[in-house]
């Protein structure tokens, strides 16, 4: 039976493999290359993703750097990242569910049920206190994201508080309107 890998990156981060907290991954920069690979889902090449987290290095030492983060990468996912000689990827066809995606994936939905699902997975900041030392590219993608995730999480927890009030549902109009008042406080 093939592992799920877990990428949770709404209010902090968190990884998991079979169920199983991903700790094998010690450098920042192989969570971020991990994160990265998940939210984009798709595959990239090695020099975007040199530059993208060693910038500030010279070519051929931010692609040594990378080549070292993915053989950490695939030893702690062996079944989960595909590096060929010119990209790296997400293996296809392997499980993988990442927080932000699902969140948007149900708020794509039409019914009240995954509105508020939506909304329950917005637990803060995308990458909430998730710092990346010497990758500027790396920092700009992420308070674009950031930013991205806050605007859409809100607009989310609007239309979910509106729909509760037309169903005349308090309840959930106040969990929600709480949990807006997290994401955004006053």
């Not at 998991?16 to 290359?33: D, F, I, W, Y």
Request: charged share 25%.
């Amino acid at each position: 039976m093939e592992q799920e890998l877990v990428v949770r990156v709404l209010g902090g981060i968190k990884l998991a493999v079979g169920g199983r907290p991903l700790v094998e991954l010690a450098s920042a920069k192989a969570t971020a290359l991990l994160v990265y690979l998940a939210v984009t889902g798709r595959v990239h090449p090695r020099a975007a993703l040199a530059g993208l987290l060693w910038s500030d290095l010279p070519e051929a030492t931010a692609r040594a750097n990378l080549r070292l983060v993915l053989t950490k990468l695939r030893r702690a996912l062996p079944d989960h990242v595909e590096a060929g000689r010119q990209t790296v990827g997400l293996a296809p066809g392997r499980p993988v569910w990442v927080d932000a995606l699902e969140v948007d994936r149900l708020a794509g939905g039409g019914d009240d049920q995954e509105l508020l699902a939506a909304v329950r997975l917005c637990r803060g900041e995308f990458l909430e206190g998730f710092e990346v030392q010497g990758a500027p590219l790396f920092d700009e993608w992420l308070v674009t994201r950031r930013a991205a995730f806050r605007a859409a999480g809100l607009a989310l927890m609007d239309r979910a508080i509106q729909s509760a009030r037309d169903r005349g549902d308090a309840a959930t109009g106040t969990e929600v309107a709480r949990l807006m008042l997290e994401l955004e406080p006053p």
